[in-house]
């Protein structure tokens, strides 16, 4: 079922795309705010809706609601992330301590030179 409203999304978008692309631009009537002398005005009215404004309102709307339906589906077939394998991982529980009677390892190396002092040179 996923499947099948994923293509449905994705014709739904394509036919989104063409439509859009079909309209004519607004952007032409924005030399009229330049002295070209034009009767539509630049941020006026817009008039009666066109028959393409109308279908690319009903696309974008069915393109929106295939989206959420998507996204809940998706939600309820669970994760297949990789990201929550990782993190259970990580939570396992640390390697037993040491015993408390055996040694501990020296804190300090015996015969090493603190840091930025030089060693003198054996002979």
């Given at each position: 079922?996923?499947?099948?409203?994923?293509?449905?999304?994705?014709?739904?978008?394509?036919?989104?795309?063409?439509?859009?692309?079909?309209?004519?631009?607004?952007?032409?009537?924005?030399?009229?705010?330049?002295?070209?002398?034009?009767?539509?005005?630049?941020?006026?009215?817009?008039?009666?809706?066109?028959?393409?404004?109308?279908?690319?309102l009903?696309?974008?709307?069915?393109?929106?609601?295939?989206?959420?339906?998507?996204?809940?589906?998706s939600?309820?077939?669970?994760?297949?992330?990789?990201?929550?394998?990782?993190r259970?991982?990580?939570?396992?529980?640390?390697p037993?301590?040491?015993?408390?009677?055996?040694?501990?390892?020296?804190?300090?190396?015996?015969?090493?030179?603190?840091?930025?002092?030089?060693?003198?040179?054996?002979?």
């Open positions: 079922m996923v499947i099948a409203l994923s293509v449905i999304h994705l014709l739904i978008a394509l036919v989104l795309v063409v439509i859009v692309l079909l309209q004519s631009g607004k952007g032409a009537d924005i030399g009229a705010a330049f002295g070209g002398g034009s009767s539509q005005t630049v941020f006026g009215g817009r008039g009666a809706a066109t028959f393409l404004s109308k279908l690319t009903a696309a974008a709307v069915l393109f929106m609601v295939s989206s959420l339906i998507l996204t809940v589906w939600e309820r077939r669970g994760s297949s992330s990789v990201i929550t394998e990782e259970v991982r990580q939570t396992a529980p640390a037993a301590s040491p015993p408390a009677d055996a040694p501990a390892p020296p804190t300090s190396a015996a015969g090493q030179t603190p840091p930025g002092q030089v060693q003198p040179a054996a002979k």
